[in-house]
C-alpha cells in the first residue's frame, strides 16, 4: 500500500500538464510515458527509497518539471547526454521523453537503482542504462548532466565538455565562468551550464 501522500495519476498528470506549459508542451504520448513512469516510482518506492519526496505538488515540480526544464536549456539537435547518478532517473528520463532526437545513458552504480532504471527505460529506444561508476565510463558524451551528485564530483570527470547541473543557487554561487538560469521550481534552484570546457 502506498502512503496517502501518492495521489492518483490523474492528479499527477494535470499537474504536470499545467506546470510545465510555460515552457514548453508536453503530447499525449509523452504525458503517458511520464505518468507510467511515475506509476513505476510509486511501486518500487515502496520497497527501496529512490526518492523522499511524495506530495504529488512537490514530485511533480521538483522531480519532473525540474528535470524537463533541462531539456528546454541544452541546445537544440541530437545530442548524446549521460546522467551521471541518474538514481530514480532524474533529469535522464524526463529528458529522454522530452527531448527524443537525444540519445541518452543513465549512468548509476548502486545496482538495486539500476534495475528500477532498467524497468522504467523499457520502450524508451534512446534510453540505455550503465550501471557501474561514473569513473569506469570510458565513452564520451556531447553533454554531461546531474542532479543528485556533488557538482565537484561530475565536474572532475572527463566524460564531456559541456555539463549542466540542477544545483542549488549556493552551490552555484562556487562556479566561475558558467551559464546560470533559475529554475521556477524549488527554492532558488538552477540549471548551472558549462560549455566547452578542458578533458
Known amino acids: 500500500m502506498f502512503t496517502s501522500a501518492w495521489m492518483p495519476e490523474a492528479a499527477f498528470r494535470e499537474l504536470l500538464q499545467r506546470e510545465f506549459a510555460p515552457y514548453g508542451s508536453l503530447s499525449s504520448s509523452q504525458l503517458d510515458r511520464l505518468e507510467d513512469h511515475y506509476k513505476l516510482l510509486q ?67 548502486h545496482q538495486r537503482k539500476a534495475v528500477f532504471l532498467r524497468e522504467a527505460s523499457r520502450g524508451l529506444g534512446n534510453l540505455r542504462v550503465q550501471s557501474s561508476r561514473s569513473e569506469q565510463v570510458r565513452e564520451r558524451f556531447d553533454w554531461i548532466v546531474s542532479r543528485a551528485v556533488s557538482p565537484s564530483e561530475v565536474i572532475r570527470l572527463s566524460l564531456s565538455r559541456n555539463i549542466a547541473l540542477l544545483i542549488g543557487e549556493e552551490d552555484a554561487s562556487l562556479l566561475t565562468g558558467w551559464k546560470v538560469v533559475g529554475i521556477p521550481w524549488g527554492h532558488r534552484r538552477v540549471a548551472a551550464l558549462k560549455v566547452g570546457g578542458k578533458l
Not at 57 to 62: F, I, S
Not at 84 to 94: K, L, R
Open 43 to 109: 511501486r518500487w518506492n515502496a520497497s527501496m527509497n529512490l526518492t523522499r519526496i511524495r506530495r504529488v505538488e512537490d514530485v511533480v515540480r521538483l522531480h519532473y518539471c525540474e528535470s524537463l526544464f533541462l531539456g528546454t536549456v541544452l541546445p537544440a539537435g541530437e545530442l548524446s547526454i549521460a546522467d551521471i547518478g541518474s538514481g530514480a532517473g532524474f533529469p535522464g528520463i524526463p529528458l529522454a521523453i522530452l527531448r527524443t532526437e537525444c540519445s541518452i545513458t543513465l549512468v548509476e552504480s
